[in-house]
C-alpha cells in the first residue's frame, strides 16, 4: 500500500521557468512532510519540509504547500536552473512519536539549459 | 563533521548467499534508518535502530536482519540472497527524535547485485 504517492515519474523543464512537482498521501496521521533531492550515485539530501498546521513554507527558489484537505501537497522550484536537475522524492512522518519516514517514488526532474 | 559512511559502495553476490551492510552515522546520531531504493518503488522503509534497540520495523522479510551497537554504528543482514534483492540500500542517520523536523542524512549507499 503506497501512502505517499509520486504520480509523474518524470518531468521536463526550460531552465528559468517554474517546476511543480506533485505529491498525494493517503494517510490522514502524517502530519510532517518532507521533500528530499537525490543525485545519481549519492544519496538523498534534505530540502524542505512543512508542517501540517502550515500551508506555505519558503526557503529561497523552493516554496512546498500543503493542501490539508486534499491530502495533496507540492513543491515548485522558481526559477529553475540546469543544477536541479535531480530525482525529488516526497516523504511523509507523524511529528508527534517515533514512527518511521515514508516516502514517495519519486520523480525525475530535468531541467533544459 | 563526517557524514554518513556507508561501506562498501558496490557488492556482487550469488543467490542463495547473505551478505552484510556497515553504516557509520554522524557522530552524536543515535538513530539509524535503513531504505531499500529499486526502480519504480522509491525509497522502501527497512528499519529504524536507537540506541542499540530496533524501534520500528517495515514490512521485509525474515532475511532482512540489522543492528545497532553501542557507538551507534549499525549492520544490516540480508540472508539467503534473491535476484530481487538487488537494490541501493540507504543508511539514514539521525539524533532520534521527531525524526521529520530535523530531517534524515543520508549516506551514499551500497549498490548490491545479486546474480
Known amino acids: 500500500d503506497q501512502q505517499v504517492k509520486q504520480n509523474s515519474p518524470s518531468l521536463s523543464v526550460q531552465e528559468g521557468r517554474i517546476s511543480i512537482l506533485n505529491c498525494d498521501y493517503t494517510?490522514?496521521?502524517?502530519?510532517?512532510f518532507l521533500w528530499y533531492k537525490k543525485y545519481p550515485a549519492e544519496g538523498p539530501t534534505f530540502l524542505i519540509s512543512?508542517?501540517?498546521?502550515?500551508d506555505k513554507n519558503e526557503d529561497g527558489r523552493f516554496t512546498v504547500f500543503l493542501n490539508k484537505s486534499a491530502k495533496h501537497l507540492s513543491l515548485h522550484i522558481v526559477p529553475s536552473q540546469p543544477g536541479d536537475s535531480a530525482v525529488y522524492f516526497c516523504?511523509?512522518?507523524?511529528?508527534?512519536?517515533?514512527?518511521?519516514?515514508?516516502f514517495g517514488t519519486g520523480t525525475k526532474l530535468q531541467v533544459i539549459p | 563533521k563526517a557524514g554518513v559512511t556507508q561501506t562498501p559502495r558496490y557488492l556482487i553476490k550469488t543467490r542463495g548467499q547473505q551478505v552484510t551492510l556497515s553504516c557509520s552515522p554522524i557522530?552524536?546520531?543515535?538513530?539509524v534508518s535503513w531504505y531499500q531504493q529499486t526502480p519504480g518503488q522509491g525509497l522502501q522503509f527497512l528499519f529504524e535502530?536507537?540506541?542499540?534497540?530496533?524501534?520500528n520495523k517495515g514490512n521485509f522479510p525474515g532475511r532482512f536482519s540489522g543492528r545497532q551497537f553501542s557507538n551507534s554504528r549499525s549492520e544490516m543482514n540480508v540472508s539467503t540472497l534473491e535476484l530481487g534483492d538487488s537494490a541501493l540500500y540507504l543508511c539514514?542517520?539521525?539524533?532520534?527524535?521527531?525524526?521529520?523536523?530535523?530531517?534524515?542524512?543520508f549516506g551514499s549507499g551500497t549498490r548490491l547485485t545479486v546474480v
Open positions: 512543512i508542517s501540517s498546521i502550515k
Open positions: 557522530s552524536g546520531h543515535r538513530s
Open positions: 535502530y536507537f540506541s542499540e534497540t530496533q524501534r
Open positions: 494517510n490522514s496521521m502524517f502530519d510532517y
Open positions: 516523504a511523509a512522518t507523524y511529528s508527534g512519536g517515533y514512527q518511521k519516514v515514508t
Open positions: 539514514a542517520s539521525s539524533l532520534g527524535d521527531r525524526e521529520g523536523l530535523y530531517g534524515y542524512t
